[in-house]
């Protein structure tokens, strides 16, 4: 039996307002900087990753592009405004290529690895497609990892109560739904979350 071919795709907004909300504990310069490892640390634990054939990388800007492409992974330019847009741009080229299922991931994952993504693509090899596999944020709320298979599925619906809206889209297309608790449900978007890590795993968030 051959093995699905998944691809991972990983959108990144523009590098110089990524992650304004940590203004208030980061000045511009650290905030890119971090921003900049974090895409490093996803990139890297995607390609480490046995079971994922390809990674994506979906950007509109060009320095992100360029050191996604130097890590290894491919890139996408994107030319339409918005999350969601910039993923449906990557899941196309992904099916173009034959991909049987689809993982998104976020860089603001501090604990992102091959083991927790391993973990994941586990959890969804289990279940017949079509399927839908959500990592739930840790306020229950946002979406932090998505595995659709066929990459069609569904439309994704990154955004605000994003995990219920990727539910409810599932339910209204008849698509198996399941949750995952894991460590991807740890994310870094606010001063608190930066404070938590400060506090918790120090050493996923410093350079070096």
Do not use: C, W
């Amino acid at each position: 039996m051959t093995s699905p071919r998944i691809v991972a795709i990983i959108p990144v907004g523009s590098l110089d307002a990524a992650k304004s909300r940590l203004g208030g504990a980061l000045d511009a310069e650290e905030r890119r900087d971090l921003v900049g490892r974090m895409l490093d640390r996803t990139v890297a634990a995607a390609m480490e990753t046995n079971e994922i054939a390809g990674v994506i990388v979906v950007s509109p800007d060009p320095e992100a592009l360029a050191a996604a492409a130097t890590a290894g992974a491919r890139t996408m330019r994107q030319r339409t405004a918005g999350l969601n847009a910039g993923i449906r741009a990557a899941r196309d080229d992904a099916l173009a290529g034959g991909a049987d299922g689809m993982l998104i991931l976020p860089i603001d994952l501090p604990f992102v690895s091959p083991g927790l993504l391993r973990n994941l693509l586990a959890a969804a090899a289990g279940i017949e497609p079509p399927v839908v596999v959500l990592v739930p944020d840790r306020h229950g709320r946002g979406t932090n990892a998505l595995f659709v298979s066929p990459p069609e599925a569904i439309d994704v619906a990154f955004g605000g109560d994003s995990r219920a809206a990727h539910a409810a889209r599932a339910l209204a297309a008849g698509v198996r739904y399941e949750e995952v608790n894991s460590d991807l449900g740890i994310d870094l978007d606010t001063p608190d979350d930066l404070l938590l890590l400060e506090h918790t795993a120090p050493e996923v968030i410093r350079a070096g």
